[in-house]
């Protein structure tokens, strides 16, 4: 028997059924606040995390040092700690060939800057999106093999057979993407996600796999006498990396973004104080922040301008450099939100010509930037709640990005249709993947794709129910409490924050923009709650609830504080709404 819509919503302006916290949930919940003396809403979160009334403390606060794996617990860790120290030693040159993405540019900043306490300079290397592609390839790195004793290999590398090949020196692969039966011809390939790995680190991102490098690094040269850079001042380049790369913030990774969060708080690195200075982010940064601020500008110059822009600028010392750098990567991220606009506007349109149903969506066409193809394939994933494929053809070659939803393995199936020779090649993750293709292979590729993904249950999913942890009235919630809550994150992938309604309420409203929707709402009370729905005008939601008229509304999103000339006040990102 199905449950009770959550306030009797079963069609809200977005066309979701709102679900709440099972009555085990509620009920542990209760008993959780009264052992605990936690505020109730705190609890609901934790229990629906999994967290117990003797495990809430240790989970509140949680400790690097109990949560990271022993590094030598991933193959091929031993060997490459062993390369780098010896490269150390030798004063050898070195070579840091990366993804042109945050996760890329954050791994390589790692090494650079890890290598510099040693008075060594790597070569940056980043190959261009548009003229190399993604990975390795046998020109870029015969070069750097010509001219260097050892390359580092971040984010990539994987599945570059060939190029690694025609290295000529010592390769070492620090990556996370999947691999293979057959691994490349490298020293070492250092990646949770190998075939014959057995672990349960498969969630990292590569930033994380090169800290963990570092770790064992610095152990063994200890046991030299010899003393590396504090690696803790280094987990905000962590952090960023995760949060970007959209891995899930649960174990490891969640400590890893707590204790990132913090380092960042103080502002040390240079180049990411330039960043959030331009960003205009003037108050202590957050998971989103990560993931909607900062990461996008980063990413800008790899999408559509210099591709070792985000890289030059987490790495470097110089604040006149950080400055120039900042603003650029700033001016391409305005230059990359229109591009992305326009692309946006017609694939979504191409999909609905398509037809509904299946499992897929996916569109294409003739100069489509490769540098957008991502994002704009995450815009139609979110609005069809179906795996969605992007490709930009440039002759008879085409570029795509994809983005999945949860439980389905897209970077698996496109894997396979590499492996088939339905496509050029393709690799990734679960949550995202690339792939190129001519002309010719499109239409069979995608309908290949289309069942190996139906076989996974996409496309069968539609919107969901909305997910709604509590009821809450506006007078309970203070900044002490969104702090509260704000303790069992810092949430995002596989970690969601938790979702709060208000029943029945009067609302005032006001456009921002052309997107967005700014509301207020209270009780009798006294308490007045500011509210901001991002993008309302996408969705049913803005022209409703901008509508003349006195209705009344069930609203539901996320709580957050918003600082405004130096006063923190309650939020909230309203996520759906339905006449109450």
Request: net charge negative; with cysteine.
């Amino acid at each position: 028997m199905t449950p009770q819509a959550f306030l009797n919503v079963e069609s809200s302006l977005t066309g979701r059924r709102w679900a709440g916290p099972s009555p085990e949930v509620a009920r542990l919940a209760e008993a959780m606040a009264q052992a605990t003396r936690l505020p109730a809403p705190l609890c609901q979160t934790l229990v629906a995390r999994g967290v117990t009334p003797q495990t809430a403390e240790a989970f509140l606060a949680p400790a690097l040092r109990d949560l990271l794996p022993d590094p030598l617990s991933l193959r091929d860790m031993a060997k490459a700690a062993d390369r780098v120290v010896r490269a150390v030693e030798a004063r050898q040159r070195i070579a840091v060939f990366a993804d042109y993405d945050v996760d890329g540019g954050a791994s390589a900043a790692l090494l650079i800057i890890w290598l510099r306490h040693f008075g060594l300079q790597p070569t940056l290397y980043i190959p261009d999106r548009i003229d190399e592609g993604y990975g390795p390839n046998v020109p870029a790195m015969a070069a750097l093999g010509a001219a260097h004793d050892l390359i580092l290999c971040v984010d990539c590398g994987t599945l570059s057979h060939q190029p690694i090949a025609a290295a000529g020196c010592d390769v070492v692969v620090l990556d996370h993407h999947l691999g293979a039966e057959t691994l490349p011809p490298a020293l070492a390939v250092v990646n949770p996600n190998r075939q014959d790995e057995t672990g349960d680190l498969a969630h990292l991102c590569a930033a994380s796999v090169v800290f963990l490098l570092l770790v064992e690094v610095n152990r063994r040269l200890r046991a030299k006498g010899m003393a590396g850079p504090d690696l803790m001042a280094l987990l905000d380049l962590v952090a960023l990396a995760t949060v970007a790369d959209v891995a899930p913030l649960l174990g490891v990774n969640r400590a890893f973004v707590r204790q990132g969060l913090k380092v960042m708080a103080r502002r040390d690195r240079i180049g990411l104080r330039a960043l959030a200075d331009s960003a205009r982010l003037d108050q202590a940064p957050s998971a989103y922040a990560l993931g909607f601020v900062l990461g996008p500008r980063i990413n800008a110059g790899g999408r559509i301008g210099q591709a070792d822009l985000g890289a030059r600028l987490l790495a470097t010392e110089d604040p006149t450099e950080a400055a120039a750098l900042a603003a650029r990567l700033e001016a391409l991220n305005t230059e990359r939100r229109d591009i992305e606009a326009r692309v946006r506007e017609l694939a979504l349109a191409q999909v609905e010509a398509h037809g509904e149903g299946g499992a897929l969506a996916w569109a294409a066409e003739e100069g489509w930037h490769p540098g957008v193809v991502g994002i704009v394939a995450a815009r139609v994933k979110e609005a069809l709640h179906r795996p969605a494929v992007v490709i930009g053809f440039d002759g008879d070659i085409g570029k795509g990005s994809g983005r999945s939803v949860s439980g389905v393995d897209l970077g698996a199936a496109i894997q396979r249709l590499a492996a088939e020779g339905l496509i050029e090649k393709g690799g990734g993750h679960k949550m995202a993947a690339g792939l190129t293709l001519t002309r010719a292979q499109l239409r069979p590729a995608m309908a290949r794709l289309d069942a190996l993904l139906a076989k996974q249950g996409a496309g069968a999913q539609g919107a969901g129910d909305l997910e709604v942890s509590a009821l809450l009235m506006p007078t309970a919630v203070t900044p002490e409490l969104i702090e509260q809550i704000e303790q069992a994150g810092p949430f995002g992938a596989a970690a969601p924050a938790p979702r709060f309604a208000f029943a029945d309420q009067m609302i005032t409203t006001r456009r921002i923009g052309e997107a967005h929707l700014k509301l207020s709402f209270g009780d009798s009370m006294g308490a007045r709650i500011e509210g901001i729905a991002f993008n309302a005008f996408d969705t049913p939601l803005g022209a409703a609830l901008e509508a003349p008229g006195h209705a009344r509304f069930h609203l539901a999103g996320r709580l957050e504080i918003n600082h405004w000339n130096g006063r923190a006040k309650p939020q909230l990102r309203l996520e759906d709404a339905a006449r109450a």
